[in-house]
């Protein structure tokens, strides 16, 4: 005779069920992302007759690492890196340093406008890129700031500010006042509890919207293609465009190692900081 299934039977039964369901559309979920970027990789060392006689789908025959330095030496990758970190580092050091500033301000110091500065910035937010970069670039020409990487820096951290106070501001809320008052009790003045205590405190926020920025100013195409025309001076994202035009039609094994060397590198940064990121996006939702 069969036992009656009890309710911890079906409790427990039912829970397997879920756990199935969600482990099975995590690695769906898994696959569509990994794929692109395993066939990316795969396919970037591909011989040239590859691409015609097999098909797309098809596994490498070999490592053709002549892709790779062709990408770097032909297609000057390795200067469209250099200018990329020129005008990436500076951008981020400004914006985490003036967005941190601004932020500790505006919510820790209390003063008459404090929201009224903070609405000001936020604005900044609402504006989009498209519809300043035609009266930025006459203003560019005028001040001779064109194919310059001080008018990349200036552009990109003046965007890029709103955004890291909004975010910055959203964390400050959470750190512990009281921390901070016995600081000024014990004599610390505010560049001290700025620089010793709070900055720390705020580290994995930092680290959060720092990566967001970078991702930003790196993968940016649009200011870089508009305020630089200098091949000399071009970034990651605008020297890989000229790239592609340059090998697409004929030689697709360059094209690929070209763009693996712009994807990969970024994809394990994040995955170093990913802890860190994690945190910073959670540490502003308690209170206290």
């Excluded at 053709?64 to 020129?86: C, D, H, K, P």
């Excluded at 970069?133 to 552009?155: D, H, K, R, S, W």
């Amino acid at each position: 005779m069969r036992m009656p299934m009890t309710s911890t039977m079906l409790s427990l039964q039912k829970q397997s069920v879920w756990k199935l369901l969600i482990w099975t559309l995590v690695a769906i979920l898994v696959l569509i992302e990994l794929y692109p970027l395993t066939w990316l990789l795969l396919s970037s060392f591909k011989a040239p007759a590859e691409f015609s006689l097999n098909p797309i789908y098809a596994l490498p025959e070999g490592f053709y690492w002549q892709n790779y330095i062709r990408a770097w030496t032909e297609g000057r990758m390795g200067v469209y890196f250099q200018n990329s970190l020129m005008v990436t580092v500076p951008s981020l050091f400004l914006i985490l340093c003036l967005g941190s500033m601004a932020a500790f301000g505006i919510e820790i110091l209390k003063w008459r406008f404090n929201n009224v500065v903070l609405i000001i910035f936020l604005l900044g937010i609402m504006i989009p890129v498209q519809m300043i970069l035609l009266p930025l670039f006459a203003i560019y020409n005028q001040l001779q700031l064109l194919n310059t990487f001080t008018g990349l820096i200036l552009v990109y951290t003046a965007f890029g500010l709103p955004l890291t106070i909004f975010l910055l501001v959203s964390f400050a809320k959470s750190l512990p006042h009281e921390v901070l008052e016995a600081a000024l009790i014990d004599g610390a003045n505010i560049y001290q509890i700025f620089f010793y205590i709070a900055l720390p405190m705020m580290a994995n926020a930092i680290i959060t919207v720092g990566l967001v920025q970078f991702f930003f100013i790196w993968n940016d195409l649009l200011i870089s293609l508009t305020f630089i025309s200098d091949s000399e001076l071009r970034t990651v994202q605008t020297g890989l465009l000229s790239f592609v035009g340059r090998f697409g039609q004929r030689e697709w094994g360059p094209t690929f190692a070209s763009i693996t060397t712009t994807v990969i590198p970024v994809l394990f940064l994040y995955l170093i900081l990913n802890n860190a990121i994690m945190k910073g996006l959670t540490s502003g939702a308690v209170k206290g």
